[in-house]
């Protein structure tokens, strides 16, 4: 049974500390409102910390930097104090720019950002129940090393990633492709330090022919000091054939960090699993790290620098790509995108491809934008529900289909989508309305106020 005893009581409670639920709280707390993040791990920053996910990307439409705001300043403070080089060339070709970052300096100043807003942050923190009257929430159950514990809020924002508190409140949710279901794969990051880049960048300028992505744009990997490499097809195919590789990819696909010599490897794929189910999410652990371990042998046999690197880590936790998307006002559609529908209530922008990773097997599809340098609207309405009126939903779990969450999931635009969030959430505090009905236009003004880059 719960303890009867409330935490002080806030105007926001936010559930999840990753990056969406971090600029929710920052853009929450800069606009009067008081906060309480609460988040599972003993740190914020999500996926990029809990799972060793990195670089960020995209901030940028080509040359144009489209998402600004609390992200920008996040990018900009981590450059000043030496953790990232800042907006770089992607060496991939995939996108224009990406954003390289050391995840222990991304811890540091996120909680500097929250602490500066007066935002309090529970760790090791689960919210594990929702309580609901007459379509509103009335608190939610968290559990911790003081047992359970009911906290309540004027407003709720679910940046779980996952649409655990709107599943529980009874929202709409739905998973996966909307024809099976299927939802992309999961997949186990690596970390290595101490790679020789050296010998890795000769090798891709001597074998340019290797590099798919990168054969007719090979000066990218001169001009820049951070490598960004996806490959080794042939030796992939001949590692699998061998029986060496379970991994259910075609190629690999590594980024280097901002330390230089740390890559992050992005190639394990975990198919068929549900990170909403525990048991199914507990499976998908357990082959992540044997498909971790056939990569660190495969790395060191077949790609030059690898050598002596060391495995730093394995992602603490299993990386989820997507699971449960809210179906609300309005879902956001792949058409909306590719044709860069206008929205008179856009609260943020991107130009992130749709990007699947096959959810049965190999395979990775692109869809970019038709005219390079453009970017599409996102609407405040794809946060917001009818049947839990006082709950907002942000970051990777909001509504969109398959495809569009395809686009929208990474960091930057999560980031934004958290920013509008907080802003919508404190709006509905101060005028004492239900967050579907905040007045779009204050909210496009406050955003803009706060840094934010909207077209309207
Ligand atoms: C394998 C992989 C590779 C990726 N590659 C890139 C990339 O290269 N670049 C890029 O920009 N993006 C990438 N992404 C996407 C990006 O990392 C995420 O989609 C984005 O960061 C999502 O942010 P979020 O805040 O919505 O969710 P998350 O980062 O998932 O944060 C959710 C937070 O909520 C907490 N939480 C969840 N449930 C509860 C609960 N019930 N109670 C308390 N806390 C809870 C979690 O611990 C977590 O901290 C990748 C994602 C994956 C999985």
């Known amino acids: 049974m719960a303890k009867k005893r409330n935490l002080q009581s806030f105007d926001v409670v936010i559930a999840g500390g990753g990056v969406s639920g971090c600029a929710a709280a920052i853009a929450a707390g800069r606009s ?45 403070r981590m450059t000043e104090r030496g953790y990232s080089p800042g907006h770089i060339r992607d060496t991939t070709d995939y996108i224009s720019y990406l954003t390289p970052f050391s995840s222990e300096g991304l811890k540091l100043i996120l909680d500097e950002m929250l602490d500066e807003v007066g935002c309090k942050v529970l760790f090791h923190t689960f919210v594990g129940s929702v309580q609901i ?80 992505r990168l054969v007719n744009n090979i000066e990218l990997i001169n001009n820049t000091p951070y490598l960004a490499i996806a490959g080794f097809i042939e030796e992939f195919k001949k590692a699998k054939a061998a029986g060496e590789i379970s991994i259910p990819r075609e190629d690999i696909l590594f980024f280097e960090t901002s330390v230089p010599g740390e890559f992050i490897i992005n190639t394990t794929r975990i198919i068929e699993h549900d990170a909403t189910d525990a048991w199914s999410l507990s499976e998908a652990e357990k082959i992540g790290r044997v498909q ?56 943020a922008h991107s130009a992130y491809p749709i990007d699947i990773h096959n959810p049965k097997g ?62 919508a959430a404190a709006l509905a505090v101060q005028e004492d309305i239900l967050p579907r009905i905040v007045d779009v236009k204050k909210l496009q003004s406050a955003l803009k106020e706060q840094g934010a880059y909207l077209e309207i």
């Open 133 to 212: 009257e007459n379509k509103q929430i009335t608190g939610l159950t968290i559990c911790n090393k003081d047992g359970l514990t009911q906290v309540s809020a004027k407003v709720y924002i679910d940046a779980t990633g996952d649409g655990d508190i709107a599943a529980w409140a009874g929202a709409t949710v739905i998973k996966g492709r909307e024809t099976d279901g299927a939802m992309q794969p999961m997949t186990t990051k690596m970390k290595f330090c101490n790679v020789d880049t050296g010998l890795l960048r000769n090798h891709i300028l001597s074998h340019a022919e290797d590099f798919p």
């Open 362 to 423: 190999e395979g990775t599809e692109s869809t970019f934008m038709s005219e390079p340098g453009t970017y599409y609207s996102i609407p405040y309405e794809i946060m917001v529900c009818e049947e839990v009126e006082n709950l907002i939903v942000t970051g990777r779990c909001v509504s969109a289909t398959f495809e569009a969450q395809a686009a929208i999931r990474t960091t930057p635009t999560a980031g934004a989508l958290g920013q509008a969030g907080g802003i």
């Open 292 to 347: 971790c371990s056939e990569l660190e042998k495969f790395l060191r046999d077949y790609v030059p620098g690898f050598e002596k690197a060391h495995l730093e880590l394995t992602g603490p936790s299993i990386g989820v790509r997507q699971s449960r998307q809210l179906r609300g006002s309005y879902t956001l559609t792949a058409e909306d995108i590719l044709e860069r529908k206008p929205f008179d209530t856009v609260i």
């Open 32 to 76: 009067g409102a008081s906060v309480l993040v609460i988040e599972q791990a003993g740190y914020l920053g999500g996926t990029l910390t809990s799972c060793g996910v990195g670089p960020m990307m995209t901030f940028h439409a080509g040359e144009k930097q489209i998402i600004q705001g609390v992200m920008g300043e996040l990018v900009d």
